[in-house]
């Protein structure tokens, strides 16, 4: 403790304060919280400014959007201040109203199965494609360098800028890809008109923009697998598919769980792909839930109740998820 | 190579050579197949990019063409029109001060957390983990409410701090992850020298640790500043005066439902993409490492 440094005892302040208070009112022997502190106090100081403010900015809207979820809120009802005039809310609870309506509404259980369908059809193609390129990329091949950053180009590019520029390429009129048809002799295609077609275009360009992250990590994986497993297995007359199977694939599984399950939970939130490109249409044919309760939340009538509830089913959606996926990756032996 | 004959492949490898490994020898066929699903791959990847360039060179309505042209009288037009006849200046100027400081002070803080849950077994520990996980799914939608009307209390709304404080709950959690699979990768024995020289646990951490993380703390500095320069939802919310707006808010307005300019949206998407891709560039070698370092680590 005498050798810390001013700022670190700054930011341990709260801790170590209330460390303090604990003995006082314990006496001279050192409660066990005390003990704690004074061990520990380096690492809880070095996590507290995230903690702190994870708790302010995530925890209380959390718990807010809890309670909102629970009654009436709209634009119309909601608490505002309007210059000095101060308009209280006058939302009511209703307990869990929302969750029924949303629960037994036909809607949900639509933007659901879609939801489901663009991860898994996302998350597999990302990760497949990644796997598949990262391969290939592993191979002594030539102008692997270059194949290597212009396949990760699109990673570089914001994802609102891809978004753009794929919105343009959708294009009934004016887009390449229907200039493209066009030349070849086929009919346009109104891409983003159609809603099995629109689904299938923001699922293309997610995987566009979604592959060079998976290649790359992929990769990293790739070339932490030591080269002496594949000779050993060369020796012992192992086919290619064998070698696949048996060294690269146990070989990559911790970065591909990682990775797999990051995608998977990025991909359900995908926020900006839908709303820019076809801003949820045709009708609300590609609004997946994100989208659909942001839309609660912003445009017409702000329904925030209803928008938090949303919200919160989709955040126990996600829970759960994480939860069977942590509890199958501990049955193999991985822990964190 | 040239002694490398097309389709012999001894059942068993020479136990003389290494230059004998199958590994990496292909027949023609074989490499024509490799090296076309690659230049398919790249192609599919890099055509979006070419055409957005493409087109941001045509002519002021060269983007009004159901022709595929390469070039139609390339000029900078759409550039300048960007540049003096709309907000993106102002637009470019509040993008860059928001995802600089959510960089600097996302990279410090995740590397102080990543640091902690990497080499101390404190209580809370767990939780802290769980934390860093759980708030990378949480939806924009859950918080964005309360997330507004506590700007609001705070009168944080249309300011900078307001976003880069939301930015930042988006990127450390990750940022801290990563960091912590990079440290776990050093070797405890400096933290331990380090000690036993007299440092402090923060010393060690700011002298010895940090300057060998750097890799890491490039790719978590990439990191948080892609979050913050590419990101449209709390923006749009929380941004709502005219002079505040970010890119990704104030692109949406050059592509209405019923009129779009693709020239000055095109053109502003090549001004953001650039310097985004030239940063990606310089740091992409480490992003493997980084990423995966202490995932992989056996």
New interface residues.
């Given amino acids: 403790m005498a ?3 001013g700022r ?1 005892s700054g930011t341990t302040r709260d801790l170590t304060a209330g460390a303090e208070s604990a003995r006082g009112r314990g006496g001279r022997e050192p409660g066990p919280f005390r003990r ?1 502190a004074s ?2 106090w ?3 100081a ?2 507290a ?3 702190l ?2 708790a302010l ?2 925890g ?3 718990a ?2 809890v309670y ?1 979820s629970l009654t009436d809120a709209t634009e119309a009802n909601i608490g505002r ?1 309007i210059g000095v005039n101060v308009i209280p809310s006058t939302y009511e609870f209703v307990g869990l109203e929302n969750y029924v309506g949303i629960l037994t509404s036909g809607l949900f259980w639509e933007k659901l199965t879609w939801t489901v369908v663009w991860t898994v059809a996302c998350v597999a193609l990302h990760y497949g ?1 990644g796997l598949g ?1 990262a391969l ?2 592993n ?4 102008f692997r360098s270059a ?1 290597r ?14 978004a ?6 959708y ?1 009934s ?2 887009g ?1 890809i ?3 048809l ?2 070849a002799g086929l009919g346009p295609v109104g891409w983003l008109d159609d809603p099995t077609l629109a689904k299938v275009a923001v699922i293309a360009v997610n995987v ?1 923009m979604g ?2 992250f998976m290649m ?2 992929v ?3 790739l ?2 697998i030591p080269g002496e497993l ?2 050993a297995a ?2 012992d ?1 192992a086919t290619p598919w064998q070698r696949f199977r048996f060294i690269t694939l146990p070989g990559l599984r ?2 591909s769980s ?1 990775v797999v399950l ?1 995608g998977t ?1 990025w991909t359900f ?1 995908m ?2 792909v839908i ?2 490109i076809t801003g949820g249409g045709p009708g609300s044919s590609t609004e997946i ?2 989208t659909y ?2 839309r ?3 445009t017409s009538v702000r329904n ?1 109740s209803n ?2 509830a ?3 089913i ?2 126990l959606l ?2 759960v998820l ?1 939860v069977v996926y942590r509890r199958s990756l501990r049955k193999q032996g991985e822990v ?1 | 190579m040239s002694s490398v004959t097309a389709g012999t492949r001894p059942a068993v490898p020479a136990p003389t050579g290494r230059r004998a490994r199958r590994r990496g020898e292909r027949g023609v066929s074989a490499s024509i197949l490799l090296h076309g699903t690659l230049l398919l791959a790249v192609g599919i990847s890099v055509f979006p990019i070419i055409w957005l360039v493409l087109t941001s060179l045509k002519p002021r309505d060269g983007w009004l063409s159901s022709e595929l042209e390469l070039f139609n009288q390339p000029s900078l037009d759409n550039y300048v029109r960007v540049l003096t006849g709309t907000q993106f200046p102002t637009w470019l100027l509040n993008s860059v001060i928001v995802a600089g400081l959510t960089t600097v002070l996302g990279v410090f803080l995740a590397s102080t957390t990543g640091y902690a849950i990497s080499r101390f077994r404190f209580p809370g520990y767990r939780g802290v983990m769980w934390m860093l996980l759980i708030t990378q799914m949480f939806p924009v939608a859950i918080l964005i409410v309360p997330l507004y009307n506590l700007m609001a209390g705070l009168g944080l709304l249309n300011q900078v701090p307001g976003l880069v404080i939301a930015y930042m709950t988006v990127a450390v959690p990750f940022c801290a992850w990563m960091m912590k699979s990079y440290f776990d990768s050093i070797p405890r024995e400096i933290d331990q020298a380090g000690l036993v020289d007299g440092l402090t646990p923060f010393g060690t951490f700011w002298r010895l640790i940090l300057p060998l993380a750097r890799p890491s703390l490039a790719v978590t500095a990439f990191y948080s500043f892609m979050t913050a320069w590419g990101e449209v939802a709390y923006a749009t919310v929380f941004m709502s005066q005219e002079e505040k707006r970010t890119l990704g808010v104030g692109l949406q307005q050059f592509v209405g439902q019923h009129w779009s300019d693709w020239g000055l949206l095109t053109a502003s998407a090549v001004l953001i993409a650039v310097p985004a891709a030239i940063v990606f560039l310089l740091v992409q070698r480490h992003l493997v490492t980084g990423l995966t370092a202490g995932a992989t680590k056996s």
């Fill in positions: 050798l810390s440094t670190a704690a061990r520990h380096y690492a809880w070095m996590v400014p995230v903690v403010v994870t900015l995530i209380w809207p959390l807010r959007g909102l201040t494609l390129l290939m990329l191979r002594r091949v030539a194949y950053l212009l396949l990760i180009l699109p990673w570089a590019i914001p994802g609102f800028v891809s753009f520029i794929w919105r343009y390429l294009n009129d004016f390449v229907n200039a493209m066009r030349a566009w592959v060079p790359v990590a990769l990293g994986g070339q932490s594949y000779e060369e020796v007359g911790t970065v990682t990051l939970i939130n926020f900006p709303y820019l839930l994100v309760a942001f609660e939340a912003f925030y928008s938090a949303w919200g919160v989709i955040l996600l829970v994480a964190w």
